[in-house]
């Protein structure tokens, strides 16, 4: 299983044009092969801040939905907003 958690931080004027994007990427990702679990959402206590969490079942699955017209579609959307940070951890795990 691959696990993605990030964070995207963007000015807070620029909050509900990522929204916006997140919304059909987040139902268009949800539906791909090999993703278990699909998660986007704003930190209650800071605007402007948003918390990402996938689980994929293999490399292979993560690296599909990377080359989606979805995910290509939400990182354009991304080019036009101010974005002041992204951090993605990426790790590979297993069930116990």
Do not use: C
């Not at 044009?17 to 986007?40: C, H, M, S, W």
């Not at 292979?60 to 995910?71: M, V």
């Not at 990182?75 to 951090?87: D, F, M, P, Y």
């Amino acid at each position: 299983m691959i696990i993605v958690s990030g964070l995207i931080e963007v000015a807070p004027e620029y909050r509900q044009e990522l929204i916006a994007a997140a919304i059909p990427y987040v139902q268009e990702a949800t539906a791909d092969a090999g993703n278990i679990e699909f998660y986007f959402g704003e930190d209650i206590d800071v605007s402007g801040s948003f918390y990402l969490y996938q689980e994929w079942a293999s490399h292979s699955d993560r690296s599909k939905h990377l080359q989606s017209s979805h995910a290509q579609a939400f990182r354009t959307s991304l080019a036009a907003i101010q974005i002041l940070s992204i951090v993605l951890k990426v790790v590979e795990g297993k069930e116990l």
